[in-house]
T-cell receptor, first 112, second 115 residues
Framework: GESVGLHLPTLSVQEGDNSIINCAYS??????FIWYKQESGKGPQFIID?????DKRQGQRVTVLLNKTVKHLSLQIAATQPGDSAVYFC???????????FGQGTRLTINP | KAGVTQTPRYLIKTRGQQVTLSCSPI?????VSWYQQTPGQGLQFLFE???????NKGNFPGRFSGRQFSNSRSEMNVSTLELGDSALYLC??????????????FGPGTRLLVL
């Protein structure tokens, strides 16, 4: 069946360091992937997306890498700041699926 | 442009009651999806509407239903509430011009507590 999972449920990093959050997916037909950030008491906030015809996409301080061979997705956050503390979800979908399948989420905490 | 809005933000009900949640999508977005978020199950897809038609439905019992109006606003209803229905209910909207490969933007959610 479909599943999108995360390797680590929690990640703790020092302020200023880079963070890497990983995600594994099982559906090889998935062709669109999204990373969301969810802060306490709020809905998921779009961070960055990537389509299956790309291996890498960069945004402001964030980079998403897609490895279709091993069905692996990662989110890199550069120079992590206290405001980056949140739960991060990866989600996948494919054309015609009309729904997102979410991973369980990784809680990112920033140490001062 | 205003984001996705959901009302009410918080709700307390008792078992056996029913509840209706409302979602207003981003202006111009025609697709509205609903998700349930719980600590144990994470984010799970409930259903998706586009142009007043339900196009897909997740694995939830028939007590969970929804609808979409001509202005793209959507409501979801849960009848005969159970304790396990306590969750954060999230609504998301997107342009979705024929495929699902478009970014979905989420509202703040409605926190439902069933006692």
């Amino acid at each position: 069946g479909e599943s999108v999972g995360l390797h680590l449920p929690t990640l703790s990093v020092q302020e200023g360091d880079n963070s890497i959050i990983n995600c594994a997916y099982s559906n090889s037909a998935s062709d669109y992937f999204i990373w969301y950030k969810q802060e306490s008491g709020k809905g998921p906030q779009f961070i960055i997306d990537i389509r299956s015809n790309m291996d890498k996409r960069q945004g402001q301080r964030v980079t998403v890498l897609l490895n279709k061979t091993v069905k692996h997705l990662s989110l890199q956050i550069a120079a992590t700041q206290p405001g980056d503390s949140a739960v991060y979800f990866c989600a996948e979908t494919r054309q015609g699926a009309q729904k997102l399948v979410f991973g369980q989420g990784t809680r990112l905490t920033i140490n001062p | 442009k205003a984001g996705v809005t959901q009302t009410p933000r918080y709700l307390i009900k008792t078992r056996g009651q029913q509840v209706t949640l409302s979602c207003s999508p981003i202006s111009g977005h025609r697709s509205v999806s609903w998700y349930q978020q719980t600590p144990g199950q994470g984010l799970q897809f409930l259903f998706e509407y586009f142009s007043e038609t339900q196009r897909n439905k997740g694995n939830f019992p028939g007590r969970f239903s929804g609808r979409q109006f001509s202005n793209s606003r959507s409501e979801m209803n849960v009848s005969t509430l159970e304790l396990g229905d306590s969750a954060l209910y999230l609504c998301a909207s997107s342009h979705n011009l024929g495929t699902f490969q478009e970014t979905q933007y989420f509202g703040p959610g409605t926190r439902l507590l069933v006692l």
